[in-house]
């Protein structure tokens, strides 16, 4: 059975840090292309970043290249998301998706990012 579950988020100061954490179970992430989307409220659901398999190529929306890094653990089928230099507008959900089998996609239940003084 395909399981996300994100975890990491919570309250930072603009220009702070945070590592989301998205830990799998039922696949490896190792062997799918793995990625994070976030939703303000409001808004629609983005894709924010992207880590290929295999190759470990990565693609970044604009509004958070230099500033983001995804990355996988494969040993702990975790995959992260390091957000640094935090601004006001990068307060939402974040998930965490995996595209599986024959399209299917796979979500997390959410975790809230906000950034605010």
């Known amino acids: 059975q395909v399981q996300l579950v994100e975890s990491g988020g919570g309250l930072v100061q603009p220009g702070g840090s945070l590592r989301l954490s998205c830990a799998a179970s039922?696949?490896?992430?190792?062997?799918?292309?793995m990625s994070w989307y976030r939703q303000a409220p409001g808004k629609e659901r983005e894709l924010i970043a992207r880590?290929?398999?295999?190759?470990?190529?990565?693609n970044y929306a604009d509004s958070v290249q230099g500033r983001f890094t995804i990355s996988r653990d494969n040993a702990k089928n975790t995959v992260f998301l390091q957000m640094n230099s935090l601004k006001p507008e990068d307060t939402a959900v974040y998930y965490c998706?995996?595209?599986?089998?024959?399209?299917?996609?796979?979500w997390g239940q959410g975790t809230q990012v906000t950034v605010s003084s």
């Open positions: 880590i290929f398999s295999p190759g470990g190529t990565r």
């Open positions: 039922g696949f490896s992430v190792s062997a799918y292309a």
């Open positions: 998706n995996v595209q599986y089998r024959y399209g299917q996609d796979y």
